[in-house]
């Protein structure tokens, strides 16, 4: 007998009898039109539910029981009179024809939401169809996220699974203290465009003990994100997590004050990597500490890159106007897939400064490896391997 389904249920009972809105307002799905088989559309009724928890007067759970339920496009909009949580004990399937959400930007939204709690669930996006279509060539549709979270704040996301999105699998995009805590992301390798979480435009968002497996970049940072912590990730495979891409635009908002700790990539393309576009902007990056990190079979386990320009378009013969300075690598340690395990590209126009390597570690085949340098200026200390090159 498999234990987990009743205790399973055992917490889900638990958690809509002391939650802070028993006794207020319960909104099950499956009351408003929702069914449960996988193959009847069920985002009108999960919209009627939202509409009746946001006007409730109450502390409101919108609730979500097992099975599988399919959903198109939907948006959920703020302006409530409350804060609302989310309680998914089934799974949310997109259409399986692309072309239905591959232009919407975004599967599920929330929009200008206070006070917002997701716990548990699953989002399948069902994105191996389009995959196969841009493996093919043109004229297919970007794709979109599983889950955007647009201008809102006071949000919560716990427990939550993404698996297969189109696109990127979790958007924070001009939020404001922003909580995720046991997300699990699940992709091949070989997706494109799949991020696991981006965050941009966004102040004092947390993302903790994450379990992320894609085919781009496990965590990616964007133009105007501001006192983040990442900690407890697992990474791999993936592009590892990137400050980045930053500078395609000439004004744009910097990235500061943002500490990534205790992660462990196994096999992924990068480790700690900071990215900007090679051509001419105001941005910059400032104040970021990478620590405790364990790199296991990785081909850049750090990398500054600033000469990214992605098929050679809008930028060949220009640099990088993106400042980089006050980075620091602590406690990094492990095993490198390529020779140059420290790799240091940065603007002829604007160096890097202020890089600081504490306590470094990586090797490549058990042999030493090598460090990289060009335009970069910083201080080293403690065991430093491969040897500082600045």
């Known amino acids: 007998m498999d234990m987990r389904k009743p205790m399973n249920f055992l917490l889900s009972l638990l958690f809509l009898l002391f939650s802070p809105s028993a006794g207020n307002a319960i909104y099950n799905v499956i009351n ?22 946001c006007s409730s007067g109450n502390w409101a759970t919108l609730y979500v ?52 709690s997701i716990y548990g669930g699953t989002l399948d996006g069902q994105g191996t169809t389009l995959w196969a279509c841009k493996a093919l060539g043109s004229g297919c549709p970007d794709g979109a996220t599983n889950l955007a979270l647009i201008n809102s704040k006071n949000i919560i996301i716990n427990g939550l699974a993404s698996l297969n999105s189109q696109m990127f699998h979790v958007v924070i995009d001009g939020c404001e203290n922003v909580n995720v805590k046991g997300v699990t992301v699940t992709a091949p390798g070989n997706s494109p465009n799949t991020d696991g979480i981006h965050v941009q435009m966004s102040m004092d ?21 501001s006192n983040l912590l990442i900690e407890n990730i697992a990474c791999g495979p993936g592009h590892g997590i990137s400050i980045g891409s930053l500078g395609r635009e000439m004004e744009e908002p910097g990235v500061q004050n943002v500490t990534v700790k205790t992660v462990t990539f196994t096999g992924s393309q990068n480790g700690f990597r900071i990215k900007t576009w090679g051509r001419p902007s105001n941005g910059f990056v400032n104040g970021v500490l990478f620590q405790d990190g364990i790199m296991e079979n990785v ?78 200026d910083g201080s080293a200390y403690g065991f430093i391997e491969p040897s500082s090159c600045f």
């Open 32 to 53: 408003f039109g929702a069914t449960p088989n996988g193959n009847t559309d069920s985002a009108p009724a999960f919209l009627r539910a939202w509409s009746q928890a």
């Open 65 to 116: 029981p097992p099975g599988q339920y399919l959903l198109g496009q939907a948006q959920f909009s703020g302006n409530c009179k409350n804060p609302i949580t989310i309680q998914i004990d089934g799974t949310l399937v997109a259409p399986s024809n692309y072309h239905v959400i591959g232009n919407a930007g975004a599967w599920l939204t929330f929009i200008g939401v206070t006070g917002l």
């Open 205 to 225: 968002v947390m993302i903790k003990s994450a379990n992320i497996k894609t085919g781009d970049d496990c965590i990616s940072i964007g133009a105007g994100t």
């Open 299 to 376: 081909d850049n386990p750090i990398i500054i890159d600033q000469n990214y320009c992605p098929l050679g378009k809008y930028c060949p013969g220009q640099v990088s106007g993106v400042k980089i300075s006050q980075v620091t690598y602590n406690n990094i340690r492990g095993t490198s897939a390529t020779e140059v395990a420290v790799k240091f590209e940065c603007s002829n126009m604007k160096p890097c400064s202020a890089i600081i390597m504490e306590d470094v570690s990586l090797t490549y085949q058990n042999q030493q490896a090598a460090s990289s340098c060009t335009n970069a």
